[in-house]
Antibody
């Protein structure tokens, strides 16, 4: 059974950098794209970006200038950094497994910590 | 960017009734790479349907998806108490993955 476990700072001040890591347990890490998705309180879902085990990335253009997604295949982990945060970045941040050899989208999700940006 | 518009915003139904949720795309979704998710309060979304009509592992057969091009539908044949939740459509046919704004299915 595939499990995704996330960790990172939950409270940030404006202009700081958000940093989250997601570890994958069970199943294969290689051969899939791994995504970050966020959800502001009471609102809908926004895809942030993705990475595969080779480090190939694909970012949401609306956030591209501020985000970096990286991977550590040896640890089966991938990470998100979002710079210059503001209150608009307050959200639950989920990691999720994306497509692999077969185009099945986000079938496994992390629990998603709430990240709050407040002065 | 492919914009997905879900309707209605809220669906008020009773257990046992049929629910029909719509998702319209601003342009054709490549290869019908359209998924549906269910989300309950405080939980991560759960994949229900992918490729417009394929049920994900463990999803009951009362959930079905249909459609192609720009018009897609999720049908719940008979609502069970645990089906009252928010449902999102999502396209993964373009490099920029996008979600609809959600449809809330509430108890009437």
């Amino acid at each position: 059974q595939v499990q995704l476990r996330q960790w990172g700072a939950g409270l940030l001040k404006p202009s700081e950098t958000l940093s989250l890591t997601c570890a994958v347990y069970g199943g294969s890490f290689s051969g899939y794209y791994w995504s970050w998705i966020r959800q502001p309180p009471g609102k809908g879902l926004e895809w942030i970006g993705e990475i595969n085990h080779n480090g190939r990335t694909n970012y949401n253009p609306s956030l591209k200038s501020r985000i970096t997604i990286s991977v550590d295949t040896s640890k089966k982990q991938f990470s998100l950094k979002l710079s210059s945060v503001s209150a608009a970045d307050t959200a639950v941040y989920y990691c999720a497994r994306g497509e692999g050899a077969t185009p099945v989208p986000f079938d496994y999700w992390g629990l998603g910590p709430l990240v709050t940006v407040s002065s | 960017e492919i914009v997905l518009t879900q309707s209605p915003g809220t669906l008020s139904l009773s257990p046992g009734e049929r629910a029909t949720l719509s998702c319209g795309a601003s342009q054709s979704v490549y290869s019908s790479y359209l998924a549906w998710y269910q989300q309950k309060p405080g939980q991560a979304p759960r994949l229900l349907i992918y490729h417009a009509s394929s049920r994900a592992t463990g999803i009951p057969d009362r959930f079905s998806g249909s459609g192609s091009g720009t018009d897609f539908t999720l049908t719940i044949s008979r609502l069970e108490p645990e089906d009252f939740a928010v449902y999102y459509c999502q396209q993964y046919g373009s490099s920029l993955r996008t979600f609809g704004q959600g449809t809330k299915v509430e108890i009437k």
